[in-house]
């Protein structure tokens, strides 16, 4: 197998508490999903939590960790939140796409 890291900024849930949203179904925690990770496979998986818009923590992340590949599902889901008013919508369009750019480069 692989040994993969995961860098989030953690902000899917205050999102979706902005929007009084919730999952259909219960979504642990992402250090509880480490966790159980853990328990089941005995393999730790790293946890960078920042922001891949700063390109900074970025490149420090990719340089400790030194990843071969790169599978970005960063992207901020585009509705419902980038539909509140303009303010959301080009916050969403400027996250997903500097965030991108961040990542290719």
């Known amino acids: 197998g692989w040994d993969v890291a995961i ?3 953690l902000c899917r849930r205050a999102f979706d508490d902005e929007l009084g ?3 259909l179904t219960p979504i642990k925690t992402i250090h509880q999903r480490i966790k159980t990770w853990k328990e089941v496979s005995g393999k730790d998986i790293p946890l960078y939590i ?3 818009n700063d390109y900074d923590f970025l490149t420090s992340c990719f ?3 030194k990843p071969d590949h790169v599978v970005h ?3 901020q889901r585009s509705a419902p939140y980038s539909m509140v ?3 959301h919508g ?3 369009q400027a996250n997903n796409v500097l965030g ?3 990542v290719l480069y």
């Open 7 to 9: 860098l989030d900024n």
């Open 21 to 23: 949203l919730s999952t």
């Open 50 to 52: 920042g922001d891949v």
């Open 63 to 65: 340089q400790e960790f």
């Open 73 to 75: 599902f960063g992207e």
């Open 85 to 87: 008013d303009r303010k």
């Open 90 to 92: 080009i916050f969403t």
């Open 100 to 102: 991108n750019i961040n």
